[in-house]
Each structure stands twice: as structure tokens, then as C-alpha cells.
């Protein structure tokens, strides 16, 4: 049985094997969106993101905190870390400026009940009701994916493993939902159709040797 290898070229994209090995399947249930909280710094973010985001402020802004508001009226809806990257605004180094917390149903029971304070997406929210064509950063989307660009051009996709996410794994595995599979929405934007394609039919080959 032939191994894996550690990196695979997908049409000169470069990614780890583990997108394709490894089972995720968020579980909002479980973390209540403890990712848009977690860590140190807001969400890579591309100039042309960034401009997306201002105009999508206005449609936003009722749905942010008075916090996030004086930090993004103080310093803009992004700023450049420590690292040198352009990432989303943070409120006191944790949230960033575009979480909201509300009650959120669970599904598939028969008498759902509220999980109280999840932290949930304000771009995302005026996405998915049709106020706002802007949904949320790649960055944002990809997850638990991120992308890095080295200085010869080529693209790496890394899988990345954070002790909040240890219940989606959990959930994937349940699942048997491969990475890739999961975020097929998210890389089929990033990539194009064409490209998941190619990933698709390669992963397929892998799991036959």
C-alpha cells in the first residue's frame, strides 16, 4: 500500500495531505462559535476584502456591539498585526468587531431548546438575508484551512488544528466527512469549480491506493 504524501500539488496549488485524511464538521452546538473569539489577532483579510466590508458597514452596523462601533470609528474594520498582516479589527485583543451573540435553535430535536450566547457572524447574518453580497472573509470561510502565499507565488492550503475545534473533529469523524468535503463551498469561491474538481479526483485516487 503506497503512503500518502505529506504535500499535494493540486493545478500549483499546494496543499497537506490531512485536507484530504482528516474528518471536520463544525459543530456550532457544541464550541458556540468560539473561533470568532479565540486567539490574539482578527481575521486575514485582503485589501480587496476590506473594501467589500466598508461597504457593507452600513448594513451591518445595527448589528454590532457599541464596543465594536468605537473601535472600527478609532482604527477602521482592519488593521495590521504583529506579523505584518492585514486582519480584522478586535475588540479588547479577542472578539472580532463583527461577532454578535444571540440564542441559536438546535435542530433535529424534538423540543429544540436556545443555546444561549453564541457567538455568531454580523456580515454573515446580512449575507444569508439578502441584505449585503458581501458573506464573510475567505479566511473566515476556509477554516480550519489557511492559506499561505510564498514569495515564488505558489499558494499553500494548511490544515490547522486548534484545541476549540477538538468537537468538530469529533463530529467529522462521526460524519466521515473528509476536510475537503466539508468546505467544498468556501474552495470551490476561492479556487473555482474546475480546480475543487481536480482535488476531488485526486483525493478519490489517493483513497484507492
Partial sequence: ??????????????????????RFCCDLESCKGACCVEG???AP???DEIGEIENSLDVVWEDMTASAQAVVDRQGVAYTDQEGDLVTSIVNGKDCVFTYYDDLEISNTQHPTPITRCCLCALEKAYREGRSKFCKPISCALYPIREKRFS????GLNYHKWSVC?????????????VYKFLKD???????????????????VLASV
Fill in 45 to 47: 483579510v485582503t485589501l
Fill in 40 to 42: 490574539d489577532a482578527g
Fill in 1 to 22: 500500500m503506497n503512503k500518502i504524501p505529506p504535500i499535494i500539488d493540486v493545478n500549483g496549488v499546494l496543499i497537506s495531505s490531512e485536507i484530504i485524511t482528516e
Fill in 152 to 155: 515564488s507565488g505558489l499558494i
Fill in 186 to 204: 468556501p474552495l470551490v469561491r476561492r479556487f473555482g469549480q474546475e480546480w475543487y474538481d481536480e482535488l476531488e479526483t485526486i483525493a478519490e
Fill in 166 to 178: 477538538e468537537c468538530a473533529r469529533k463530529k467529522g469523524r462521526e460524519l466521515d466527512l473528509p
